[in-house]
Each structure stands twice: as C-alpha cells, then as structure tokens.
C-alpha cells in the first residue's frame, strides 16, 4: 500500500519579517505566523511577544515535522498512533514535557 504524502512537507523553517516570524513548508506555503513588538509600551497594550520569544517560538513550530511520526498506512480507516515505549512515542512525549519550559526561557535548550 502507498504511504500518504505529508500536506505541508518539512523542512519547514522560519522566516523574519518586520513586525512577525512566517514559518513556511518546504513549497513555501504559510504555516503560523507569530507577531512581535519591540517597543515595550505598545508590546503590553496589544499583548504581543519580544523578537526572541517570537523567533524561538518560530523555530521550535518549524522542528514540529522532526518530532511528529512519518505518515502511516491506515488499517480498517483507523491510523495507528505510536507503541508506548516506542522511540517515536517518546519523542513525542518528551516534547509535550519540555514545551512549557521554552517559555521560561530556558537556555540550557539552546534555543
């Protein structure tokens, strides 16, 4: 059986622009965009990122195809998610884990 193609194929990878970060797939379609403001005044009132929490947000949206499993074969019309224990299982899960502390800014990521 044929493996789905991916819709949006990696890489994906992020580009700066004045006022945001586009990541984009690899056909150059827009993917998330993520705003900032480098003024601290107009930051708080639109409640809106500084330039490195949007650039490192940015970068870890374009890692996500490194994360996430190759397509699967479907069995029955149901997809078959990862065994538990499995080495793509625990690469999703140690993602879930670390998310949250990216926002803390965490250096020891090196993001």
Known sequence: MR???????????PE?????????DANGQ???H???EEERGRRSAAHLLTHDEARRIAANIA???ELLPAPRTRTG????????GSSTYFKLRCYTIVTPLLHHGDTKLGL
């Open 16 to 24: 700066e622009t004045d006022t945001c970060f586009i990541v984009r």
């Open 77 to 84: 019309g149901v997809s078959q998610p990862p065994e538990v």
């Open 63 to 65: 890692k996500l195809p």
């Open 3 to 13: 493996m789905p193609q991916r819709r949006f194929p990696a890489p994906w990878s």
């Open 30 to 32: 827009a993917l998330a």
């Open 34 to 36: 993520v705003y900032f």
